[in-house]
């Protein structure tokens, strides 16, 4: 196993170059420069300041010399500073980061607490109402544009009941409540972002739920478990969902680099400063630094994501474990 | 417990006794300004660094604005007068200009403001290793003395007008910045300055806290607190301001005229109308041969209705243009009267320059060929893409068949504008309050990168832009740029089209809020709420 974790490993690492080389490419392939912003279109920035400014960010090297320097910061962890403030591009991760794992976190419980036991029921009567109904149900919600579904909600519950706030993160005073209070605060500015955020994904959980419960429920062992007189309970959650979860560990797995990645859209409609407006914002400002970290990060993630999927489900299914096991 | 905003139900009997109070009669009730309270302002970008030389962004630039002074600033009336400067003066030959500090300003740490960070902020204006994009507004300076702790003299190598707006730049502190890298300091972060505002907390992508500086040297702002909330979506925005969550915004034109009819926002908010500086264009490559003859331009300057436009895309909340400079400004030249709308008019000119529908297509042709051009306009601007549609219909009635191009910023810079590769542009400036025009029309600014990226040519204004720069006396200014109003007017190198109204909106328990020619913020400081119409408790200090 130690071994065969090794070989998966070392094999990641020219993934990750290629992925690095595509998108520094691409990025430098856009139109525009980071400097553009400040200074494009301002009469009073002359063309020697701007030439100048390019320089001081070594935007004037050949793109194959930027790009190993780039990379000979990175094999030492550091991914530089952001064009845009100056700031170290990591802090500028750092600090964004705990907004969306909270959100997607949330969401991802949120989904599987809903989906699965939607697939599970769908799954005992295929094709009945139940069946049904939940399909019309989780589809509306995976064809629904989450945009247009928030200015709904915020212009319901925001505005015309006032139940819940527009946007952001905490109230004004947050930094003058007690602890508790902060926390509820908080919860209550994160309601409707988690739960558009999770609407959207009921679809993808509850459908393989469904398909994967129902492909046990006509497995031999379910009917002997019936034969034996097990409660129908028993039978379900027992015999059939611990078998059925298998393919939602992939899921879970392959889910690893959503967690880091915000929606660009609910952020910006939320005013949520999350890792997604933050890469929108980077790619918009032609910021290369931020924008290399976030894709080599979330090309990590990925990979690993794939891997773990891998290991999991050799955990949690004897018959495909690797190798002979010592 | 997450407060709820409450719904603030107006009962009629405080109203009527507040009325009576502060009615005709109740001059006496004008109470006199109070402190305290908080004003929410929201912005849909982030501030980046919030030191006045490295500022980059509106943001930042409005929050810097708030910490920091230059040594001249506008007033109300867009007059140039002392700010940090008690008084200055302008050599005879305007090759040296001195200024006077006024005594006691102190940085927010309680450190003195002297001469030594005026010449501070200037060595690092120009030091090749900072990354400003100011450098090039000091580059005529020979050298910057400090005569006494509060006196400064700017000797320059030859006359500049326009470098009395480059003294606004907001000063540094020498005592904290000198030996630091000034592009990466923790103070672009956490900023000292001298303002009516100091720094409280920012939180990247969220909100910006500043506290009222109970030192400032003209008086202690009103109101304690500033917020600036950052809502990337302007849809937000508007949302937040349905409830009363902001209380300092700007409104589109369709929100001013419809969408803020509404009983609450009437009772909540005071909304202000003035014109922007700034305005929209029609622009013409001059390279091109149809366009080269003045007599196409202004053909289409005759068949271009720009009442129908304000009407039609900024709902009348504009007005047309003539030339680059609001009414307002000193600059603008009353003598300069729009060509009336006429089609007819706009048909002979177009005949004599050899223009006239021979095959009878419907499209007007010269020498086989049809006249046909289009209009590039960059995304994300839905009003100049509906100019263009405008301007198209118009032009059509005249046999000009308009393509449009809506293309994204960054191609349509680099491959567009700087390449020249565009026979018509839709676009807009927005420009300082100083008339100087030079970078946009002098013959000389027509290098790739450059700003007559139209490629106008005129010995006249080049020389009347030369002259406006070394010349100080504003009513000589006046006189040149009048010229220049005048002159850019009859050879159309742009169709000036309209200059759209700035359209803010203020909660309006604010009072002594007012517009002037320099919009509503010149006098921020004095703006105040009563004390019983407050909505932002007074946290400990």
């Known amino acids: 196993m130690t071994a065969y974790l090794v070989r998966r490993l070392l094999a990641l690492i020219p993934v990750l170059f290629w992925i690095t080389v595509i998108s520094f490419g691409v990025i430098k392939l856009a139109p525009g420069k980071p400097t553009d912003a400040a200074m494009a279109f301002n009469p009073k920035v002359s063309l020697e300041a701007r030439q100048r400014m390019e320089q001081l960010y070594g935007l004037d090297q050949p793109v194959a010399m930027q790009y190993a320097k780039w990379l000979g910061r990175v094999v030492r962890l550091d991914f530089g500073r952001s064009f845009l403030d100056d700031r170290p591009v990591g802090r500028k991760i750092v600090e964004r980061l705990p907004v969306t794992l909270t959100i997607n976190l949330c969401s991802l419980l949120l989904v599987l607490f809903i989906a699965v036991p939607l697939g599970v029921r769908a799954a005992v009567r295929p094709g009945g109402a139940f069946d049904r109904w939940t399909t019309v149900f989780v589809f509306t919600g995976y064809a629904t544009p989450s945009f247009w579904l928030a200015l709904l909600c915020l212009a319901f519950f925001g505005v015309q009941l006032r139940w819940l706030p527009i946007s952001g993160l905490h109230a004004l005073d947050y930094e003058s409540f007690p602890l508790i209070r902060q926390w509820l605060d908080t919860a209550w500015h994160l309601i409707l972002p988690v739960t558009i955020a999770a609407f959207g994904g009921l679809a993808g959980v509850s459908r393989y739920m469904r398909s994967s419960m129902t492909e046990v429920l006509t497995q031999d062992y379910i009917r002997t478990a019936r034969a034996k007189g097990l409660p129908e309970r028993r039978v379900l959650f027992h015999h059939g969902l611990r078998n059925a979860l298998l393919p939602i560990i992939t899921i879970l797995g392959l889910s690893l680099p959503d967690l880091i990645g915000g929606s660009v859209i609910a952020e910006t409609i939320f005013s949520i400063p999350g890792m997604g407006r933050l890469f929108y914002e980077a790619v918009m400002a032609r910021d290369y630094p931020v924008v290399m970290a976030l894709v080599t990060v979330g090309a990590v993630l990925t990979m690993l994501g794939n891997l773990l999927a891998d290991v999991a489900y050799a955990f949690a299914d004897p018959r495909i474990r690797v190798g002979g096991q010592s | ?541």
Do not use: C
Request: glycine share 6%.
């Open chain 2, 1 to 541: 417990m997450p407060q709820r905003r409450q719904r603030q139900p107006l009962s009629l009997v405080p109203l009527l006794a507040l009325s009576l109070l502060v009615g005709p009669s109740g001059l006496s009730a004008q109470s006199s300004p109070n402190t305290g309270d908080a004003i929410v302002v929201s912005s849909i970008g982030d501030a980046s660094r919030l030191l006045p030389i490295l500022v980059s962004d509106a943001s930042s630039g409005e929050i810097a604005g708030l910490l920091f002074n230059g040594l001249l600033k506008y007033n109300e009336r867009l007059e140039i007068v002392g700010d940090l400067a008690e008084s200055w003066t302008v050599s005879e030959d305007g090759l040296t200009m001195t200024f006077r500090l006024r005594p006691n300003i102190r940085w927010h740490d309680g450190a003195a403001l002297t001469a030594e960070d005026v010449r501070f902020t200037y060595q690092k204006l120009i030091d090749p290793s900072v990354r400003t994009p100011f450098s090039s507004n000091y580059e005529l300076i020979e050298s910057v003395e400090v005569v006494d702790p509060l006196t400064i003299r700017v000797r320059y190598k030859e006359p500049f007008a326009p470098a009395l707006e480059s003294w606004m730049m907001g000063i540094i502190p020498k005592h904290l910045l000198e030996g630091q890298d000034l592009n990466t300091t923790p103070l672009l972060r956490r900023p000292i300055g001298h303002g009516p505002y100091r720094f409280v907390r920012w939180k990247t992508g969220e909100l910006i806290e500043l506290a009222a500086n109970p030192d400032y040297f003209e008086h202690r702002p009103f109101i304690d607190r500033y917020l600036y909330r950052i809502i990337p979506d302007t849809a937000t925005q508007f949302l937040e301001l349905m409830t009363g969550g902001i209380d300092l915004s700007s409104l589109t034109p369709l929100q001013y005229r419809r969408q803020t009819d509404t009983p609450f926002v009437r009772r909540a908010y005071q909304k202000f109308r003035y014109p922007s500086f700034g305005f929209t264009y029609l622009g013409y490559n001059l390279q091109d041969a149809r366009f080269r003859d003045v007599r196409v331009r202004q053909a289409i300057n005759r068949a271009i209705d720009k009442q129908a436009i304000v009407e039609g895309v900024l709902y009348g909340l504009g007005e047309v243009a003539t030339g680059p400079y609001p009414k307002a400004s000193w600059a603008y030249d009353p003598a300069v009267q729009p060509e009336p709308y006429d089609l007819e008019r706009a048909a002979a000119l177009l005949a004599e320059a050899g223009w006239a529908d021979r095959d009878g297509d419907g499209w007007l042709d010269k020498d086989g060929r049809p006249f046909r051009f289009t209009i590039l306009t960059n995304q994300g601007n839905d009003v100049r893409r509906q100019v263009a549609e405008l301007v198209q219909q118009q032009l059509k009635r005249l046999g000009i068949d308009v393509k449009i191009k809506v293309i994204e910023w960054s191609t349509f810079v680099h491959e567009f504008i700087d390449k020249r590769r565009f026979e018509a542009v839709l676009l807009g400036w927005s420009l300082a309050r100083d008339p100087d025009l030079y970078d946009i029309f002098h013959s000389s600014k027509t290098k790739e990168g450059e700003y007559n990226f139209v490629g106008y040519a005129s010995p006249e204004v080049d020389a009347l832009l030369v002259q406006g720069r070394r010349t100080f006396d504003q009513q000589a200014r006046a006189r040149i740029y009048h010229d220049v109003h005048r002159r850019l007017y009859q050879d159309q190198p742009y169709t000036f089209l309209f200059v759209g109204d700035a359209l803010p909106i203020v909660a309006s328990r604010f009072r002594n809020v007012h517009t002037s020619p320099a919009g509503i913020g010149y006098n921020f400081i004095d703006w105040y709420a009563p004390p019983q119409e407050q909505r932002y408790k007074r946290l400990a200090p």
